[in-house]
């Protein structure tokens, strides 16, 4: 019964972190111009645990709108990676701002209107699926 468990256990896992369920790693070049928005806030990115992610996280104001902006940045691949605002690297409180595009390239996500960045400093690379952090940027 053991032995079986841990099979269920085993094959369980090995099909949540089938290639289908993994990020793109086509690198990206957003269309956003830097020189046209007001930069409100910015931070580097850093690896949680065994992943890697690097880069830039910035957050625009940009005609009335706010973005974040990822740039120069690389992540570790898994299964359901999403890119938060949060109140704390452990994802107690957060925005979702989607799906993350791709683990290279510059990047941006729209930040929802009403959104009190004051709230949030961090913002988070997070597997959904797992509960886990991938990186995080503190903005500042």
Do not use: H
């Amino acid at each position: 019964m053991i032995r079986l468990t841990i099979f269920l256990a085993l094959l369980f896992f090995t099909l949540a972190c089938e290639s289908e369920d993994a990020t793109p790693t086509t690198t990206l070049n957003d269309d956003f111009d830097e020189s046209d928005a007001t930069l409100l806030r910015e931070g580097k990115w850093m690896g949680s645990g065994t992943y890697n992610v690097s880069g830039e996280a910035k957050i625009y104001e940009q005609n009335g709108k706010l973005v974040l902006l990822l740039t120069n940045f690389s992540s570790s691949n898994g299964p359901d990676l999403k890119v938060y605002l949060s109140t704390t690297t452990g994802a107690a409180a957060f925005v979702n701002l989607g799906e993350l595009k791709s683990t290279n390239g510059k990047q941006t996500y729209t930040i929802p209107v009403g959104t009190d960045l004051n709230q949030f400093k961090f913002a988070l690379i997070w597997c959904q699926q797992f509960s886990a952090l991938f990186g995080k940027a503190e903005t500042q």
